[in-house]
């Protein structure tokens, strides 16, 4: 009688202990919601263009100039491509040009269309068909100084030579001081054109390093020579 006495004392004890340590685990505070993984970043939105490169970009759309937007980049010493276009289709194939800033692509295609394509007809009686240039972004000084070229800032363009559906091909070098009147005048008329289409041009007359080739920009104060 008293076991079974106090086995029966002690079983509500037992359920009391469990109860309670079952509200004890209740009570703990709970575990933190599992943290979801981190989402790989997302690349950052490309910058807006700036209203004078999205004036220029209208009004090569206007002019229905082909061309491709590129993305601002920086290499380092001062050389970046900001607010750059690459020519696709200005009405005459271009070898050689690469990034462009608007302005500077404007502009030369400006100078191709109402310059230099009217006066191959008009004073070598045959059609431009190409120009080859010497490129235009390259990250480098300018020749014989430590400044920064515009070059790299693909600010500038370098022209050599003009081919015409004949056959003919004008060059820089040969044509500036060439025997041939018609390619002597037609050379200098299109240099003049640039004078007032670009902020710099330089020609055969400037320096020897230009005696090749004729280098156009739209960096610094107005020069033509």
């Given at each position: ?9 002690l079983l ?12 004890d ?8 919601a599992?943290?979801?993984p981190?989402?790989?970043?997302r ?9 004078q ?18 993305r601002d ?23 050689g ?28 009686g ?33 022209i ?27 050379l ?29 920009d ?8």
């Amino acid at each position: 009688m008293r076991i079974g006495f106090v086995l029966s004392s002690l079983l509500p004890l037992a359920l009391a202990g469990c109860l309670s340590g079952s509200g004890d685990r209740d009570r703990q505070s709970p575990r933190a919601a599992p943290v979801p993984p981190r989402s790989a970043s997302r690349p950052a939105p490309p910058p807006q263009p700036s209203a004078q490169t999205r004036q220029c970009l209208a009004d090569l759309d206007r002019d229905r100039v082909e061309y491709r937007v590129l993305r601002d980049q920086s290499f380092g010493g001062g050389c970046m491509v900001v607010g750059a276009v690459q020519l696709l289709d200005i009405g005459v194939p271009v070898s050689g040009l690469k990034s462009m800033r608007c302005p500077l692509a404007r502009s030369f295609s400006n100078w191709v269309r109402y310059g230099v394509a009217p006066a191959a007809n008009q004073i070598l009686g045959s059609e431009l068909v190409r120009i080859e240039s010497y490129g235009t972004f390259n990250c480098r000084p300018i020749a014989g100084s430590a400044r920064l070229s515009e070059h790299g800032l693909a600010n500038a363009v370098d022209i050599a030579v003009f081919v015409l559906r004949d056959g003919r091909r004008v060059s820089v070098l040969d044509g500036w001081r060439s025997s041939d009147e018609r390619e002597r005048r037609f050379l200098r008329v299109v240099f003049e054109s640039a004078c007032k289409r670009f902020t710099t041009a330089l020609g055969p007359d400037y320096n020897a390093a230009h005696a090749n080739h004729f280098h156009f920009d739209m960096g610094g104060r107005k020069f033509c020579r």
